[in-house]
Structures are given as C-alpha cells and as structure tokens.
C-alpha cells in the first residue's frame, strides 16, 4: 500500500504530487528543488553551492518523516541546469551522503521550474 509524505520542514508541493511516498520498505522523495525555508515561492539564495545544500536538507526532511536518513538512501537523480555545475554539486554530495555512496544518475537539463539551478529526487529503504 502507498502512503504520502507530508514534510512540515519541506515546501508544499507545487503541482499535483506528493513531496514523496512510501511503498513497502521504499521511501520516494519526489524531485526538489532548492527552494527557501522562508518563502514557498521563492529560490534559496546563492549559486549551485546553496542550491544544492538545500535540495538535500529537503530531502532530509522528508525523509526524517519517515524516520529515515541520508544514509537510507539507495539512488539519487540530479537534474543540473549546467553540468559545469557537477564538481561544486559532487563536493556538497560527498560530504552529506556518506559511503557506500547512493547509486547516482546526474542529467543535464535545458530548464527547470522557478530557474532553479538544481533538482534531486532520491530513493530510499527502511
């Protein structure tokens, strides 16, 4: 049976999806983006740097709903608007998920919502 996941320290979501759910053992985070702590509908400031760091404190939230953890998660996808991006995104990656690392897809997109210059969905197991 499926559940969702309504994350309180996470933005609501912005279109018709749950901000993840729960099937089984499998925790889904749906894609985040880095989106403020203080306004739903504005970006975390800064670059790829804070953007990044605040997709996965996202993802920790959601993930903390479910009583899991960054270490819980199995596979991430990131969607990068410039894949110049990558080596700032994998040094913020590697110091929050802790080895053996996630399996990992990395995709070069044109655009995401709002501008954003990072997006990440993840995978996890209780």
Same mark, same amino acid.
């Given at each position: 049976m499926k559940y969702a996941i309504n994350a309180r320290k996470a933005p609501e979501a912005i279109g018709p999806y749950s901000q993840g759910?729960? &099937?089984? *053992?499998?925790v889904f985070a749906s894609g985040q983006l880095p989106i403020s702590a203080e306004n739903d509908y504005r970006l975390v400031e800064g670059g790829i740097a804070e953007q990044t760091a605040r997709v996965i404190d996202i993802i920790e939230a959601i993930l903390a709903e479910v009583d899991c953890t960054l270490d819980d998660v &199995?596979?991430?996808t990131i969607y990068l608007a410039d894949l110049d991006d990558l080596e700032i995104v994998n040094d913020i990656y590697? &110091? *929050?998920?802790?080895? @053996?690392? @996630? &399996?990992r897809n990395v995709v070069g997109v044109s655009a995401l919502p709002m501008g954003a210059l990072i997006e990440m969905d993840c995978i996890a197991c209780r």
């Open positions: 759910t729960t &099937a089984g *053992r499998l &199995a596979q991430t590697a &110091a *929050r998920f802790i080895m @053996p690392a @996630p &399996a």
